[in-house]
């Protein structure tokens, strides 16, 4: 069964380097159901689908194995948010409206059925989503929303003060936003650079194609410019490393949870 999963890792890594991004999003659920028996088991847990597997998918440019589940296609980073909106928010008791940018899978449809939450999504193009706007200039009144996502949005953003300012402004005093983007730990400022936008050339320095800058661990300093107040969120402190193994978190990964204040 080891080689069996062993093959199967190296076919999805082969597969996903070749296979078309748009073409990968629109199969995904069909993709994930024809390789689900292969990772049978119960060593690892997704707390948003609630299935267990003997691993998880390999996902990512470098295909890191044991990362993407097959049973809603969540990530570390959406395993986290989960986890922290589950037991430490009121984002499933409270009447809230929450405007979700770049909606990520497995929270759409469960976020929908959710009937506390006026739930709206937005994308610059994607038809899944109600509305299309840029973020740096979002057609919606301030002060509307208690609950604001936006994950791994920001470092493909041109100006990306103008596009927190926005995301403040949208959030009623007292609302908050989860803004989570890919940070380099090593770096302490945010290494920008305009003039670099060919696609293999932003890959070599900010780490993707498609990326205009890599955060640094001055990142909740540039939220806080905007206006925000920033609690870093560190479930290591909250879970025992049993459970971080088993929902195959990123220990490392903090989660930026972005006040507005009351005033
Ligand atoms: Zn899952």
Redesign the pocket.
């Known amino acids: 069964m080891a080689n069996k999963l062993k093959i199967m890792n190296k076919l999805i890594k082969f597969f996903v380097k070749r296979i078309p991004r748009p073409v990968l999003i629109r199969f995904s659920f069909l993709f994930v159901a024809l390789v689900r028996p292969f990772y049978y088991g119960r060593k690892v847990e997704?707390p948003?689908?609630g299935?267990r597997f003997r691993s998880f998918l390999p996902y990512g440019n470098k295909g890191r194995s044991n990362r993407l589940?097959s049973?809603?296609l969540?990530l570390e980073r959406h395993r986290l948010i989960w986890l922290y909106l589950k037991d430490f928010s009121r984002f499933f008791n409270d009447n809230m409206k929450v405007l979700h940018v770049a909606p990520e899978q497995?929270f759409i449809s469960r976020f929908k059925k959710c009937k506390n939450l006026d739930y709206n999504t937005a994308d610059l193009l994607s038809p899944i989503a109600d509305m299309h706007f840029d973020i740096m200039k979002i057609p919606l009144a301030d002060n509307s929303y208690d609950a604001v996502f936006c994950n791994h949005v920001l470092e493909h953003v041109e100006d990306d003060f103008a596009a927190m300012k926005e995301l403040y402004r949208v959030l009623k005093p007292d609302g908050w936003a989860i803004l989570q983007v890919p940070i380099d730990a090593q770096r302490q400022a945010t290494y920008e650079d305009k003039s670099i936008t060919d696609p293999k050339e932003r890959e070599k320095a900010f780490g993707q194609y498609d990326h205009v800058r890599l955060y640094g661990r001055d990142y909740s300093q540039r939220l806080e410019a905007a206006g925000f107040e920033v609690e870093n969120f560190d479930i290591t402190k909250y879970l025992n490393p049993e459970q971080i193994v088993r929902y195959r978190l990123d220990a490392s990964e903090l989660l930026y949870i972005a006040h507005k204040p009351k005033c």
């Open positions: 997704c948003i689908c299935k589940c049973g809603c969540s497995p």
